[in-house]
């Protein structure tokens, strides 16, 4: 029987991240990394990584919602420590990302409207 922990850490006060770990036997066997930054009084999910659906995978999601397949032959446990060490180094970065990337959406919408 598998048990499921769930924990966050806050990174600043408007960023966090949540960790899921499925522990099977005393060994991860399933993990998710999510950050998620408060951005406009609304929690946004920005970056992600797991491997919940069957193969490990991360999602950007200031680029869209898919799945980027990661290539890793390590264990689960060093997996995670370099993932969460790759958000805690980078999560500014993909904050930006994710903002400017809402910013283009929204000049894309005001174009259509305009155009329609």
Known sequence: MSKLKKFSKFLTSEDLLDITLEIKKKEIKKFALN??????NKWEQI???D???GFLHEQRFWRGKEPIPIEERLSNNIIIDKYVDFI???FYKFKHYFKESKKNETKRS??????D
């Open 35 to 40: 950050y998620r930054a408060l951005i406009n």
């Open 47 to 49: 970056y992600r990584v």
């Open 51 to 53: 491997n919940f659906h």
């Open 88 to 90: 805690v180094n980078n």
């Open 110 to 115: 005001r174009k259509k409207v305009k155009r």
